[in-house]
Structure formats: C-alpha cells, structure tokens
C-alpha cells in the first residue's frame, strides 16, 4: 500500500516538474538584465569571464553571503565535532599506506596546488574562480591526509590565512562603500582587458576568496579526520 | 551532440538508482560520485565550465571523501 502511494506521488511530481519545465524557452535570453551582463559586462568590469563579472561585481554583496555561509559550516563541523567528546590523545597505530599510494599522492600534492592557484588567480579570465581553486586546494590537502596518517595541517597557520583573507574581502568593499558609495565599488583602474592585471579589485579578490575556501574546507577534511 | 548528452544522463539515471538501491554503502557512494562525475561532464557540454569545474572539485572529490569517512568511523553495510 505504502509503495502505492509513493509512486503515484512520485509520478504527480514527476508531472507538475515536466509541466512547469516545458514552459521555459531553453537558450532564449527571456529577462533583460541577462542581456545587459552579456553585452555590457566586459566593458564595465574589464573581466573576460562574465559569470566572475556577475559574481564579483554586479551581485558582489551574495557572493560575501556564499562565503559566511560556508564559514557558518565549517565552524559548525568544528563545534559539533570538538565538542561532546573528551579529546584523550590515544596512541593509534599509524598504519603506513602502500608505497603507492604514498608516492602518487606527494607527487600528485604540488600540481593540485598549483592548477587551484592558477585558477583562482586566472578567475575573472578562464573559467573557474574563487570556489572552484579553493576546492581544488582542499582536495589536494585530502591526498596528503589519505597518504600520510598522522601528518595534519598547522590549524593556526591556517585559521590565520582564513581571517585575513575573509578580512582583505571586507576591507576592499568598505574601501570601494567610501569611495564610489556602493559596497564593493571597483576603485582601481581595469586595464587591458584579457590581462592578468586587469579588472580592478576582482582578482585581489577571487585570491582572498580562493585561500579562504581552501582553508575552511581543509579544516573541515582535518576536523572530519582527526577528531572524530 | 543531442545522442551523446542522451546516454550520459541515462547513465547518470542508472547510476542514481543504483545508488538508492544498494545495500552496501561504500559501492553507493561511488555509484554518488559516478553520478557527479557525469553531471560535471554534462556542465561541461552545455557550456558552463564554471559550474562543471565547481561540480567535480566538490561534488565528485569532497563530498565522496566526506561521504567515505564517515562510513569509516560507521559501519560499512545497510540493515
């Protein structure tokens, strides 16, 4: 009876989804501010990739929002896990990984490094920005803790650069509110498009993003691991 | 293009039931990350690279890890 009822609420989802889904005109640009970023965004931001125009720059304020959200997270995982437990410090047997393992990832760990840098510092050029070298980075920081037990990140170093790159963010937007009167106001010239130096404050800022989520993300790896 | 898109969501569909379906935790957290892997190619055909890079860094790489230490510190199979 019970699967019955499932599956006829599945198939009246199922419908009302395809329904609401078939009305939309995939491809056709149907408001007009999507438009204007496509046409006019190059121009005003001096960013060649347009979604790092509309995330850094049109819609700048939400993107600070993403980032408290996930720092939110992480301090959750990081009460939630630290506390509740008396952290005794047994001795584990550290078993060592398999040559292999152990190789491939400290080979692996500075190329992972390097393209998440590059991407989050070629953020408002090539696809790519802030989150996605952030992840990067924290993924290559998971190698080094599947490869070698008992090797941990230095938390104060790392909460460190998470302070002051949430901080560098706050401080730019303040700097462009008392200048051009606006949060996050691009006060600094754009340059060449297609440049590395260029677009203003929005790669300084996809930089501080970048080593904030890879911080708060390889915290979460660290407090996953080791505390609980 | 519109064949090659076709199969990789039924692959995508066949992997997400098997993920719903087995028991064994591990093995469905795998089939999970088969099917982010395919949605970050999908991304990736439809034009969005951003997205596609943001689907396969966290989708298919942290939330697997995640996903797999937690069964560590659990048990393995479903009752």
Do not use: W
Not at chain 1, 66 to 90: M, P
Not at chain 1, 136 to 159: D, H, M, Q, T
Not at chain 1, 190 to 210: D, E, F, H, N
């Amino acid at each position: 009876m019970r699967k019955i009822i499932s599956a006829i609420l599945l198939i009246i989802i199922a419908g009302g989804i395809t329904l609401s889904l078939m009305k939309i005109p995939f491809g056709i640009p149907k408001t007009k501010v999507g438009e204007y970023y496509i046409n006019k965004g190059r121009e005003e931001t001096g960013a060649t990739n347009i979604v790092t125009s509309v995330v850094l720059n049109y819609r700048g304020f939400d993107t600070l929002g993403e980032i408290t959200i996930l720092f939110i997270a992480a301090l959750g995982v990081g009460a939630i896990l630290s506390l509740g437990r008396k952290r005794t410090d047994k001795k584990e047997k550290i078993e060592p990984t398999s040559s292999i393992v152990y190789t491939g990832c400290r080979f692996l760990f500075p190329i992972l490094l390097l393209v998440g840098s590059y991407i989050f510092i070629h953020g408002h050029l090539t696809p790519g920005g802030g989150f996605q070298g952030g992840a990067i980075i924290a993924s290559a920081f998971l190698l080094i803790y599947l490869s070698c037990p008992g090797k941990r990140v230095n938390e104060k170093y790392s909460k460190i650069t998470e302070s002051l790159a949430g901080l560098i963010f706050i401080v730019l937007g303040l700097i462009g509110l008392a200048i051009g009167q606006e949060f996050l106001f691009n006060f600094l010239p754009k340059g060449t498009l297609g440049t590395l130096l260029s677009a203003g404050i929005i790669p300084i800022i996809y930089i501080a993003i970048g080593l904030k989520v890879g911080s708060e993300l390889t915290g979460i790896i660290d407090n996953l691991i080791e505390k609980s | 293009m519109i064949i090659i898109v076709s199969i990789l969501i039924f692959l995508m569909l066949v992997s997400a039931i098997i993920a719903a379906v087995l028991k064994d935790l591990l093995s469905a957290v795998i089939a999970l990350c088969v099917v982010s892997l395919i949605a970050a190619v999908l991304f990736y055909l439809l034009q969005a690279p951003d997205v596609a890079m943001a689907e396969a860094a966290i989708g298919a790489a942290l939330v697997t890890a995640i996903f797999v230490i937690a069964i560590r510190k659990t048990k393995r199979f479903e009752e």
